[in-house]
C-alpha cells in the first residue's frame, strides 16, 4: 500500500524521531537538543504536510487541476 500523503507521514515520523533517540541515547540527544528538533521538524512538517496538488486522500480524492476544471466532488 502506498503513502498517499507522504509529507504529513514524514512529518510524523520526524516529529517522533528525536523524542526516541533521546530514550536510547539520553547522554548523546539531550533534553534541550530533542526538544529543539521535535520544534523544528513539527514546524516543518505542518508547513509542508499539505500536498497542494490532492484536495483529500479517499474514493472522492481530486488532484487542483481536476478540481479547477470542475469535477464532480
Avoid: Y
Avoid at 23 to 37: G, M
Avoid at 55 to 61: F, Q
Wanted: net charge neutral; hydrophobic share 50%; no cysteine.
Amino acid at each position: 500500500m502506498a503513502i498517499k500523503s507522504w509529507k504529513t507521514s514524514l512529518g510524523g515520523l520526524l516529529t517522533i524521531l528525536p523524542a526516541a533517540l533521546h530514550l536510547i541515547f539520553p547522554t548523546v540527544i539531550t533534553s534541550e537538543v530533542s526538544v529543539a528538533l521535535t520544534s523544528l521538524f513539527a514546524g516543518l512538517g505542518l508547513a509542508a504536510a499539505k500536498d497542494t496538488n490532492v484536495t483529500g486522500v479517499g474514493e472522492g480524492a481530486v488532484t487542483l487541476k481536476e478540481l479547477e476544471k470542475g469535477a464532480p466532488s
